[in-house]
T-cell receptor, first 111, second 110 residues
Framework: GESVGLHLPTLSVQEGDNSIINCAYSNSASDYFIWYKQESGKGPQFIIDIRSNMDKRQGQRVTVLLNKTVKHLSLQIAATQPGDSAVYFC??????????FGPGTRLSVLP | EAQVTQNPRYLITVTGKKLTVTCSQNMNHEYMSWYRQDPGLGLRQIYYSMNVEVTDKGDVPEGYKVSRKEKRNFPLILESPSPNQTSLYFCATMGGDGYTFGSGTRLTVV
């Protein structure tokens, strides 16, 4: 598969543990945020989104938290599985402008 | 199935030889975009299109051209490729749930 980020921050977690991936965004005008998962050899895939009028949103095994005060976004993955191994990155959407993507974090799930 | 299809998946070419990477979507989305992805730099936007016959530069447009003659297709054209355009390229459309990406095109310019 393709290597999408040779110099990314890496998070290693034990299978079954919870994972927390963090993202600092830059534009206080951003009002929509998305987390993407990118597996080796594939394009980024939508995981979960959140709008700026919320501070928490839950999906299946995933939760996104938004702290607008410090411009921080986190993705929590419950009971991490080997299939969760991938690069995760956040995207912010300043109102009326294009999405800006973060550089990503590589999640490695240890057996 | 909603899809963004890019071709080719892999391409090795020589400096200066014009090439086109095709992108096609079946979701009837108006917005389409091209990104390049390089180690440590994340996704950087090359060009985007809000609708047919409407294209705009992204963050790194130099050395690239695009066209949007019809809604479903958004080809990326490199008139004279150079080694610094060696990268992983993604086409994407945007709908109500954010982006849908293609599978990527690995381009190597030697």
């Amino acid at each position: 598969g393709e290597s999408v980020g040779l110099h990314l921050p890496t998070l290693s977690v034990q299978e079954g543990d919870n994972s927390i991936i963090n993202c600092a965004y830059s534009n206080s005008a951003s009002d929509y945020f998305i987390w993407y998962k990118q597996e080796s050899g594939k394009g980024p895939q939508f995981i979960i989104d959140i709008r700026s009028n919320m501070d928490k949103r839950q999906g299946q095994r995933v939760t996104v938290l938004l702290n607008k005060t410090v411009k921080h976004l986190s993705l929590q993955i419950a009971a991490t599985q080997p299939g969760d191994s991938a690069v995760y990155f956040c995207a912010e959407n300043p109102y009326g402008q294009n999405f800006v993507f973060g550089p990503g974090t590589r999640l490695s799930v240890l057996p | 199935e909603a899809q963004v299809t890019q071709n080719p998946r892999y391409l090795i070419t020589v400096t200066g030889k014009k090439l086109t990477v095709t992108c096609s979507q079946n979701m009837n989305h108006e917005y389409m975009s091209w990104y390049r992805q390089d180690p440590g730099l994340g996704l950087r936007q090359i060009y985007y299109s809000m609708n047919v016959e409407v294209t705009d530069k992204g963050d790194v447009p130099e050395g690239y051209k695009v066209s949007r003659k019809e809604k479903r297709n958004f080809p990326l054209i490199l008139e004279s490729p150079s080694p610094n355009q060696t990268s992983l390229y993604f086409c994407a459309t945007m709908g109500g749930d954010g982006y849908t990406f293609g599978s990527g095109t690995r381009l190597t310019v030697v």
